[in-house]
């Protein structure tokens, strides 16, 4: 099994080192950036099993930082630290579902305790909609060829086009993507795909709301590809339909 992947971000530099090596001596494969900004550019790029985030920091904060990895790479688990404890921060913490809130300077056995029950919930998340860590993250999916040529390489995030160039997609784009090569003419419900997708349950009313933003954005995406133009549709009042001809697994 892959070892978990975690991502520290704090703008003080003995933090973040003092952070990663009781990480790395526990046997993570840990990554750390300065700032928010470098965090969410790193989530873009590569898959992280868990966040530590400080809460104050310049340009990019904390809660921005979350913000938007919540729709990037939702199925991250973050632990957020501040030095700065208030009510305030504390409700914004739960409004964007982080998983604990700790006080700096936090004890390495309340950091430990911290990360194995994220990763934990995060396991039993992903085992409540029938996938494995490695399978939500794309690392052991199939690629497939469609009608026109494209190579859609699901576990890099990479749609190859025919006539040179590629396209790359987010985490959460790649998952979503996989649930439709995967099942095309099944109709899905918008909360049936948050859950598989997102990884965690919605009231009917929230799911459609979660989950316009990014289908437009993969839509976006591949509105230049022949093969998956008008591919996606709506099924109103229900949820989305991926409807595409020819699309086989590449063994």
Do not use: W
């Not at 990663?20 to 001596?25: A, C, E, N, V």
């Not at 199925?75 to 914004?92: F, G, H, K, R």
């Amino acid at each position: 099994m892959n070892r978990a992947k975690i991502l520290i971000v704090d703008d003080e530099d003995v933090a973040r080192e003092s952070l990663s090596d009781i990480l790395r001596l526990q046997g993570y494969d840990v990554s750390a950036v300065p700032n928010g900004q470098l965090a969410l550019d790193f989530l873009r790029r590569e898959h992280v099993d868990l966040m530590i985030v400080d809460l104050r920091m310049p340009g990019v904060n904390g809660v921005e930082v979350v913000r938007v990895a919540n729709q990037i790479s939702p199925d991250t688990e973050v632990i957020m630290l501040t030095a700065y404890p208030s009510l305030d921060s504390a409700v914004d913490a739960l409004r964007l579902r982080v998983h604990d809130y700790l006080q700096k300077p936090a004890t390495p056995s309340q950091i430990l305790a911290s990360v194995q029950r994220g990763l934990l919930r995060r396991a039993q998340r992903l085992e409540a909609v029938g996938l494995t860590p490695d399978r939500i993250d794309l690392m052991e999916a199939p690629s497939y060829r469609l009608a026109d040529g494209t190579l859609v390489d699901l576990s890099r995030r990479l749609v190859h086009l025919p006539q040179g160039g590629e396209i790359s997609l987010t985490p959460a784009e790649g998952r979503l993507l996989a649930v439709f090569l995967e099942s095309p003419g099944r109709v899905f419900s918008h909360r049936e795909l948050v859950l598989i997708v997102q990884g965690y349950e919605t009231a009917p009313t929230e799911a459609p709301e979660i989950l316009r933003p990014l289908v437009s954005r993969l839509r976006h995406k591949v509105a230049d590809v022949p093969a998956l133009q008008d591919c996606i549709r709506s099924v109103r009042g229900t949820g989305y339909v991926f409807d595409c001809d020819q699309v086989e697994p590449v063994v």
